[in-house]
């Protein structure tokens, strides 16, 4: 059986996050393209290993007990290759939970917000001032709960982990959200120094074809 990881992809903000974990790892993997454009999430077969229609869903054919295991829900897919290749992720306890609070506050907070902020600023079929201000400021904030973590710390959870893959690809879009870096300089010191990195290159460009054939630019991101 072969040991190549398969992953279900779209290049999205929650799609980077696994690509970008697995260029870090240097891991064999396949991407089967999943084009939400055209509504390829909603697949029968697709369904079967992402039961909420989403992408990203990750399937190790060689799972903890040697079956194929498949996995959906981003965060959960970090957690997993981390504990599987011990990288990333750490062993000691107290340092896990720094990783795991921060790796939460993305799923729950930043990305959903950045989401309704890239909605309702672009997308919405008419303009709701309230909706537009309550999403970029509530992404404003966000971002302050970031500028100040990293006041004295280079990466989100101490060392480079799974928390800042989680969050450097929402803040990608930053204009989209109507945010400016320049007002959270240390956040974009480590968004740089995030962005610099030779594994997160490769990881941004998995699927920059695609992206740039369908346009993708002007759909929200997931």
Known sequence: MSDTLELHYWPTPNGWKITLMLEELGV??????VDITKGEQFAPAFLRISPNNRIPALVDPQGPDGAPLSIFE????LQYLGRKFRRFYPDDERQRVEVDQWLFWQVGGLGPMAGQAHHFRQYAPEAIDYAIARYTREVARLYGVLERRLADRDYIAGEYSIADMACVGWIVPHARQGQELTHFPR?????????ARPAVKRA???????RERTNFANIPAR
């Open 28 to 33: 064999p993997y396949w991407v089967n393209f």
């Open 74 to 77: 981003s965060g959960a897919i």
């Open 187 to 195: 956040l974009k010191t480590w968004f740089d120094t995030v962005m």
């Open 204 to 210: 941004m460009a998995v699927g920059r074809a695609e």
